[in-house]
T-cell receptor
C-alpha cells in the first residue's frame, strides 16, 4: 500500500468550475502536510501547507482530518493557469524528508 | 536570486555505464536533498545532506548510488553501473535551516536519466 494515495485523474473541468482533490495517508505519525504543484516537465513547487483547522489562500482551500488521515484541496473559480499536477505531500519529521503522492492531474478547459 | 540548478537536464546512457548528476543549491541553503521519480511512480526521497554531512540516506536504493557534497556547496549523485530500472527524473532540492521549518523545499527542474 502506498504511503500517500491520490486519485491520479485526470480531472477535466471548464473554466470557473470548482474542483476538489482528495488524498489519504497511512502513517498516523505524520506531522506536516502540504500540497505541491508541478507543471508539465517542471519542478514541484509548494502551493500551501495544510493545517488541522483548515486554511485558505485565495481560491484555494486545504483541509486536514487527522482522525481519518485524509487531506483535501478545493480550487474555486478554476483558471486555465491552474492546469497542473497537484501533489499531496506528508512528512513525519521536520527534516525535509517528504513523502509524495503520485499526483492528481488537473486540466482546465476554456 | 538563482534557484536550484541541475546538470545535465537529460542524459541517455547504456546499461553498465556511469553517470554523474550535479546539483547547485540556492546559495546559503545548508540542506540539500535528492529525490527521484521513476516512470509511473511517485517522487521518492533518496537522501539529505546538511552542509557536507549525510543526515539521512535511507532512501538510497543500493550501493550503485553514491552522493557527495564536498565543501557543503554543490552535490553530485553518481550511478555506477547504471541499470535499466534507474531511468527516471532525479530532482535536487534545497532549503535553509531556520528556527521554524515551513516544509518548503526548493526543487530544481530535474535531471532526466534514460538507461538503454
Amino acid at each position: 500500500r502506498k504511503e500517500v494515495e491520490q486519485d491520479p485523474g485526470p480531472f477535466n473541468v471548464p473554466e470557473g468550475a470548482t474542483v476538489a482533490f482528495n488524498c489519504t495517508y497511512s502513517n498516523s505519525a505524520s506531522q506536516s502536510f502540504f500540497w505541491y504543484r508541478q507543471d508539465c516537465r517542471k519542478e514541484p513547487k509548494l502551493l500551501m501547507s495544510v493545517y488541522s483547522s483548515g486554511n485558505e489562500d485565495g481560491r484555494f482551500t486545504a483541509q486536514l482530518n487527522r482522525a481519518s488521515q485524509y487531506i483535501s484541496l478545493l480550487i474555486r473559480d478554476s483558471k486555465l493557469s491552474d492546469s497542473a499536477t497537484y501533489l499531496c505531500v506528508v512528512s513525519s519529521s521536520n527534516t525535509g524528508k517528504l513523502i509524495f503522492g503520485q499526483g492528481t492531474t488537473l486540466q482546465v478547459k476554456p | 536570486e538563482a534557484g536550484v540548478t541541475q546538470f545535465p537536464s537529460h542524459s541517455v546512457i547504456e546499461k553498465g555505464q556511469t553517470v554523474t548528476l550535479r546539483c547547485d543549491p540556492i546559495s546559503g541553503h545548508d540542506n540539500l536533498y535528492w529525490y527521484r521519480r521513476v516512470m509511473g511512480k511517485e517522487i521518492k526521497f533518496l537522501l539529505h545532506f546538511v552542509k557536507e554531512s549525510k543526515q539521512d540516506e535511507s532512501g538510497m536504493p543500493n550501493n550503485r548510488f553514491l552522493a557527495e557534497r564536498t565543501g557543503g556547496t554543490y552535490s553530485t549523485l553518481k550511478v555506477q553501473p547504471a541499470e535499466l530500472e534507474d531511468s527516471g527524473v532525479y530532482f535536487c532540492a534545497s532549503s535553509h535551516t531556520g528556527a521554524r521549518w515551513t516544509g518548503e523545499l526548493f526543487f530544481g527542474e530535474g535531471s532526466r536519466l534514460t538507461v538503454l
